[in-house]
């Protein structure tokens, strides 16, 4: 690897018209001009570490065949991995309790109960999910079948969620009986998810924009927060409508508030509260 001292001057308008066109093409992020701070700094760190100094030159390696994409996935990663913590939103995992506790109640339970954690970054969320599910499956004396396929764009994210291993910091939301029940301590001090919640959750790189692509597997619930803000209006409707293909009748949709204010789906209708921004599918819908 070659390290140059010598900084890249500042991104031109059209460099970042450029850019930010490739990521929305590859990733479907759509970048105001606000952030061109952030993408001006990610690219400029990489191309010091490569030494490069020249945005077009870079430019053409993360666009050149297979190395370009092999490039283009350690660029991605820095452009889109988002900050986040356990039980984020809890408000919406309450929802997913109550949602699985009438379920069990109802004996509604028709085989696995099946959860999708769209844009699960470095795997907070869908062990959050996980400890959910968990609580109530174990509350009803019933054996834990369950499992969450969680997704995610970063391939580094997905590496470090599969681990399990936390700092403190990243437990702050965590309530300390959920600590002594699904972490355990490490040698070095930090916090690893339990394996009977890591086996349950399935870790799977994917781009959401190509979400027909995908195995078209039913879901009892689809969870994705702080996702679909990146993204254009009409491309937000469509992954929507992917979702609520996916759901199992009487399943439930949960998206982070205010993501699609005016999204309407003939065969789902959204939950009535101010908390939670969830949709659920008609029991009687067929797939």
Known sequence: MVWTLQAPTALTESQFVRWSKLLEERTGIQLSAQQKALLQSQVTMRMRELGYSDYNQYYQLVTDGLSGLMEWSVLVDRLTV???????????LEYVRRFIQNRINNRELHGSFDIWSVGCA??????????VANDCFE????????GIT???????????????IYNARKLEQVQPDEVLRYFERTDDGQFQVVKKLRDRVCFSHGNVTR???MPSVSMDVIFCQNLLVYFRRWLRRD?????AARLKPGGVLIIGLGESVDWEHPGLKRVVGSEVQAYIRDQRQEQ
Do not use: C, V, W
Request: aromatic residues 12%; neutral net charge; hydrophobic residues 40%.
């Open 150 to 164: 969680a997704l995610d764009i970063s391939s580094a994210a997905l590496a470090q969620a599969r681990t399990g």
């Open 122 to 131: 470095t795997g907070e969320e869908p062990y959050s999910l996980a400890m």
């Open 82 to 92: 988002k900050e986040t913590s356990f039980f984020r939103h809890r408000p919406s």
């Open 211 to 213: 979400i027909s692509a």
């Open 239 to 243: 992954i929507l409508n992917a979702f």
């Open 139 to 146: 509350l009803a004396g019933l054996p834990p079948y369950y």
